[in-house]
């Protein structure tokens, strides 16, 4: 991205649509509260404006 141009919104990638309802897909921050989304990094979500993390819970592997 070059200087002067605008980053487009992309809040459509945030929700999916079940049964004719809307769901959001990634939680909101603890922290920040509500309208900020926190990433999903594979085995933990992550606020990018405060750091906050949440570590996802994994299952116990039987042998």
């Known amino acids: 991205m070059t200087s002067g141009e605008k ?4 809040a459509y990638t945030y929700y999916i649509i079940e049964d004719g309802k809307l769901k959001r897909r990634l939680p909101f921050c603890n922290r920040c509260g509500r309208g900020y989304f926190m990433a999903d990094h594979g085995d933990r979500y992550a606020c990018g404006k405060c750091g906050f993390t949440i570590f996802k819970t994994q299952k116990t592997k039987t042998r």
């Not at 980053?7 to 992309?10: A, K, L």
């Open 7 to 10: 980053r487009r919104s992309r």
